[in-house]
């Protein structure tokens, strides 16, 4: 009788170890590590960190205004780029000196977000014109250190199909 609560015991965590390693595996299979080589998202994330980027987060949820994601470069498609959403499809989006207008309306930047001002290019480069309204299934996203960031004001937005994921700074 004790031999065979044995084997059932055995049975049981060997079926355990395989679930828990089947878990890990799946985990590990649906997260990238990217390093940011800029300092376009200081102070959330500083210039040679890695961050940890959830590749399934938005396989059944679409992406939300303030998450940070990763997403394949309009530039070159082969380099990541990681901006903060900020503009949602189907918006009309202003940056101006009081921060950020979403149709017509002065939207409230996240506490965890203080001291971040979302604006206009100092330089008034922008290559948008406001109000800019998002297209359909198009993202408008802004860096968190808007001085150095080349991000939406500049070229326009992110399409959600160059979307890899979530970012977990």
Partial sequence: MNNKRSKTALISTFGLLIVSGLATVYAYANVDVYRMPVSSMKPTIEPGDKVQVDCQAYQSSEPKRWDVIAFKSP??????????????????????????????????????????????SETGNDTVSYPFNIPEYEYFVLGDNPDKANDSRFWGTVSRDTIIGLVNP
């Avoid at 380099?79 to 499809?89: D, E, H, K, S, Y």
């Avoid at 940056?95 to 604006?119: C, E, F, N, Q, R």
């Fill in 75 to 120: 530039k070159d498609e082969n380099r990541i780029w990681l901006f903060r959403i900020v503009g949602m499809p189907g918006e009309a989006i202003s940056l101006g000196a009081a921060g950020v207008t979403i149709d017509g309306k002065l939207i409230v930047v996240p506490t965890s977000l203080d001291g971040i001002k979302y604006a206009e």
